[in-house]
């Protein structure tokens, strides 16, 4: 593919933060962005032209594919029915085979089982919702987390079920749809790759990213991640092979769990694959402050067919998001030194909700990748 020009215009589906991040980072290249999203004022409404109508509206689906030359998303939870005439007709990056793959848990984890990458053990809880789990096998252990296959985010769709018994009141509190239950897995670190994949196939990744959450919402991110080489190695052949058998355009993250355990030759612990996004990631942010290109620049240019960037890292960092009324300190946030904020015009500031986040930069302790040292303990954002 000959490369978009600047002046082109990208499509964004999604108004959220992700896709603000994106059109900021398309009008410094020199794109125009047109935005499709639902809500009547959302965070990426930045953009020259907002489509507000229903991810079903396949007429207004068709309407603005007919004013971009590239269509991109920033969310999995996508209606894939109603975008199969736009994904034919439209350039449309990353592929849908990569939001249908990532957006469906238990077709995201059959997927990496068939790649050999492990996961949590899981099971699919079928339609027969009363006798659910009657035929989990006695080798799956407890406690465990009951998922809605489809729409969770922010650890919604989610409900811990202590013993077999607790699998049907699980289900009835989570509603209608698919589900799965998945052991809790007791992990030393949760982790995450950012990484590219360019258009002619070549893949760059970030360095490997530490991640708090709390309640299910990411807290905060650190780089470098607190892990050995070998893991960090293993991490990033992993995303590969996931970005590689997608034949996935674009940025995706890919969050881990990295457990004790010598299932690994190189006895650095025991790594599965929690999840993966198709998409730019909240542990991924820091890379627009901390690195020679953001991760947001990174995905226009793999979807744009140019030359990927190298993701240099030029210093350490602590990413906090800021979540409801944190939000309310900003003057405080925006007085500290070294560190950079930014807010997503969103209103009202409802608990839990992502407001904005700010990335805290030290001097570099390690150069290279995923490196093992650095511990940024003790030093407060
Ligand atoms: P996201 O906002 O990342 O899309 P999500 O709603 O898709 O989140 P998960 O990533 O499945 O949810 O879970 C959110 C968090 O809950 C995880 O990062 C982890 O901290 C915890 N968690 C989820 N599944 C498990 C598990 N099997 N074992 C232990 N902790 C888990
Ligand atoms: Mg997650």
Same mark, same amino acid.
């Given at each position: 593919?000959?490369?978009?020009?600047?002046?082109?215009?990208?499509?964004?589906?999604g108004g959220g933060q992700l896709g603000r991040m994106?059109?900021?980072?398309?009008?410094?290249?020199?794109?125009?962005?047109?935005?499709?999203a639902?809500e009547e004022a959302p965070p990426a409404?930045?953009?020259?032209?907002?489509?507000?109508?229903?991810?079903?509206?396949?007429?207004?689906?068709?309407?603005?594919?007919?004013?971009?030359?590239?269509?991109?998303?920033e969310m999995?939870h996508?209606?894939?029915?109603?975008?199969?005439?736009?994904?034919?007709?439209?350039?449309?990056?990353?592929?849908?085979?990569?939001?249908?793959?990532? /957006?469906?848990?238990? &077709?995201?984890? +059959?997927? $990496?089982?068939?790649? =050999?990458?492990?996961?949590?053990? %899981? #099971?699919?809880?079928?339609?027969?919702?009363?006798?659910?789990?009657?035929?989990?096998?006695?080798?799956?252990?407890?406690?465990?987390?009951?998922?809605?296959?489809?729409?969770g985010y922010d650890g919604r769709g989610?409900?811990?079920?202590?013993?077999?018994?607790?699998?049907?009141?699980?289900?009835?509190?989570?509603?209608?749809?698919?589900?799965?239950?998945?052991?809790?897995?007791?992990?030393?670190?949760?982790?995450?790759?950012?990484?590219?994949?360019?258009?002619?196939?070549?893949?760059?990744?970030?360095?490997?990213?530490?991640?708090?959450h709390r309640d299910g919402i990411l807290r905060e991110?650190?780089?470098?991640?607190?892990?050995?080489?070998?893991?960090?190695?293993?991490?990033? /052949?992993?995303?590969? &092979?996931?970005? +590689?058998? $997608?034949?996935?355009? =674009?940025?995706?993250?890919?969050? %881990? #769990?990295?457990?004790?355990?010598?299932?690994?030759?190189?006895?650095?612990?025991?790594?599965?694959?929690?999840?993966?996004?198709?998409?730019?990631?909240n542990?991924?942010h820091?890379?627009?402050?901390?690195?020679?290109?953001?991760?947001?620049?990174?995905?226009?240019?793999?979807?744009?067919?140019?030359?990927?960037?190298?993701?240099?890292?030029?210093?350490?960092?602590?990413?906090v998001n800021l979540l409801g009324d944190d939000v309310e300190s900003w003057?405080?946030f925006?007085?500290?030194?070294?560190?950079?904020?930014h807010l997503y015009g969103k209103e009202p500031a409802r608990a839990g909700r992502k407001m904005g986040h700010m990335?805290?930069?030290?001097?570099?302790?390690?150069?290279?990748?995923?490196?093992?040292?650095?511990?940024?303990?003790?030093?407060?954002?």
């Amino acid at each position: 593919m000959t490369p978009l020009a600047p002046g082109a215009k990208i499509g964004i589906l999604g108004g959220g933060q992700l896709g603000r991040m994106i059109a900021l980072a398309a009008a410094r290249l020199g794109f125009g962005v047109h935005v499709f999203a639902p809500e009547e004022a959302p965070p990426a409404a930045i953009a020259a032209k907002h489509y507000r109508a229903s991810y079903q509206d396949e007429a207004a689906l068709k309407r603005f594919a007919e004013g971009v030359d590239l269509i991109t998303y920033e969310m999995e939870h996508l209606p894939t029915d109603s975008l199969r005439d736009l994904a034919e007709s439209a350039l449309f990056r990353p592929s849908l085979r990569s939001l249908e793959t990532a /957006r469906h848990r238990l &077709r995201e984890k +059959e997927f $990496l089982s068939a790649l =050999g990458i492990p996961t949590a053990p %899981f #099971f699919a809880l079928g339609a027969g919702r009363l006798d659910a789990g009657r035929d989990i096998p006695r080798s799956f252990r407890f406690p465990a987390i009951v998922k809605n296959c489809l729409g969770g985010y922010d650890g919604r769709g989610q409900r811990v079920a202590r013993d077999r018994g607790e699998i049907v009141g699980a289900l009835s509190d989570l509603g209608e749809g698919e589900a799965l239950i998945e052991e809790r897995v007791s992990f030393r670190r949760e982790i995450s790759v950012l990484a590219a994949r360019g258009a002619d196939g070549d893949f760059r990744a970030y360095d490997v990213v530490e991640n708090c959450h709390r309640d299910g919402i990411l807290r905060e991110s650190r780089v470098p991640a607190r892990i050995g080489l070998a893991v960090a190695a293993r991490a990033k /052949r992993w995303t590969r &092979r996931i970005a +590689e058998t $997608l034949d996935h355009i =674009g940025v995706l993250g890919v969050e %881990f #769990f990295l457990c004790d355990g010598d299932s690994d030759s190189d006895g650095e612990g025991a790594l599965f694959v929690n999840e993966i996004a198709p998409r730019v990631h909240n542990s991924g942010h820091w890379t627009m402050d901390a690195c020679a290109v953001g991760q947001f620049e990174q995905h226009l240019r793999a979807i744009a067919g140019w030359p990927l960037a190298e993701p240099v890292r030029f210093a350490d960092v602590r990413m906090v998001n800021l979540l409801g009324d944190d939000v309310e300190s900003w003057r405080d946030f925006a007085a500290r030194r070294g560190v950079c904020l930014h807010l997503y015009g969103k209103e009202p500031a409802r608990a839990g909700r992502k407001m904005g986040h700010m990335t805290a930069l030290y001097p570099l302790s390690s150069g290279g990748s995923g490196g093992s040292g650095g511990s940024l303990g003790g030093r407060g954002g």
